[in-house]
């Protein structure tokens, strides 16, 4: 495809509104992305878990949410391509034979939340340092290794039962860890799982997203996943695309520029963009 001047990337497939956790309506999300000349946008709502239900659409929202937009879609066909998705958390259960119905263009699937092996109690390691910390502490035998192996295994799991179309923020257990307070991400034990992961999605068909919105969010330095990851990644030759897991209008393409740079430092060529439906290459 051919390379846009002055535009980094024009396109982002992971959003949030007012159904969940975002503070702006998908029209707004819409009409920023027209502004900023993109070929696409997609917004991504959070799927509905019973055990979390306020950053999450609840389901009659999820209705109402995709109704929307199929709406904005039609309304805005001639401006912009607009595409309705889904991040499916892990625990959601979403995939190609549950989800057909809905009308979804795409499904992100992320993992959030480990469940823990005994109790009903799901840790979530999104949110907080000291949920995080809390997490760790009640997991299994308490020790970092049992949650962060935990939390690979979901998206392993994820991969073979939910097959998502792109890879929500791979390593977001780093999250919290920009001092390596946690955990050792050059252990031996770490970058084994992630090895693992890596050549799952490799044989899978999924593309993996490079996701800003842990530094908008003033969490992290670098977007998900780690320059060491997209290394293992470029190596498997494992498609990857960008968004900003905008939770306002604003970071609509947050850091794009920035991690554009990223890939082309690692060795990418190109970068995965939904056009007419389809992913294809965009050269960077
Ligand atoms: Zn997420
Ligand atoms: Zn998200």
């Not at 391509?81 to 959601?92: K, M, N, P, R």
């Not at 109790?119 to 390691?125: A, G, I, L, Q, W």
């Not at 899978?204 to 990851?229: C, F, H, L, Q």
Request: net charge negative; proline share 3%.
């Amino acid at each position: 495809m051919e390379k846009q001047k002055n535009i980094s990337f024009p396109s982002n497939l992971h959003g949030h509104t007012t159904y969940c956790d975002g503070k702006n309506k998908a029209e707004e999300y819409i009409l920023k992305a027209i502004g900023k000349n993109f070929i696409s946008i997609g917004l991504s709502g959070h799927s509905y878990v019973y055990f979390d239900k306020e950053p999450n659409m609840s389901l009659d929202g999820t209705l109402k949410y995709i109704e929307e937009m199929k709406f904005l879609k039609e309304k805005y066909k001639n401006k912009i391509q607009v595409y309705i998705g889904i991040e499916a958390d892990f625990y959601s259960g979403f995939n190609p034979k549950v989800d057909k119905n809905l009308g979804l263009d795409y499904r992100i699937g992320s993992v959030h939340y480990v469940k823990d092996k005994v109790k009903d109690e799901y840790y979530c390691v999104d949110a907080t340092p000291e949920i995080l910390a809390y997490a760790i502490k009640n997991y299994d035998n308490g020790d970092e290794k049992s949650l962060i192996l935990a939390y690979y295994n979901n998206i392993i799991e994820m991969i073979h039962t939910q097959k998502p179309d792109i890879l929500g923020h791979l390593d977001l257990v780093r999250k919290f860890n920009s001092d390596g307070r946690y955990f050792d991400e050059n252990s031996e034990w770490y970058n084994r799982k992630v090895d693992e992961v890596l050549d799952e999605i490799a044989k899978a068909d999924i593309i993996v997203e490079i996701n800003t919105g842990g530094i908008s969010r003033g969490w992290t330095k670098t977007p998900y996943p780690s320059v060491s990851i997209l290394e293992k990644i470029f190596k498997r030759n494992i498609p990857i695309t960008l968004s900003s897991d905008a939770h306002t209008v604003e970071n609509i393409d947050y850091y794009f520029r920035e991690s554009v740079e990223i890939a082309k430092k690692v060795g990418f060529k190109s970068l995965k963009i939904m056009r007419d439906g389809k992913f294809y290459d965009f050269e960077i």
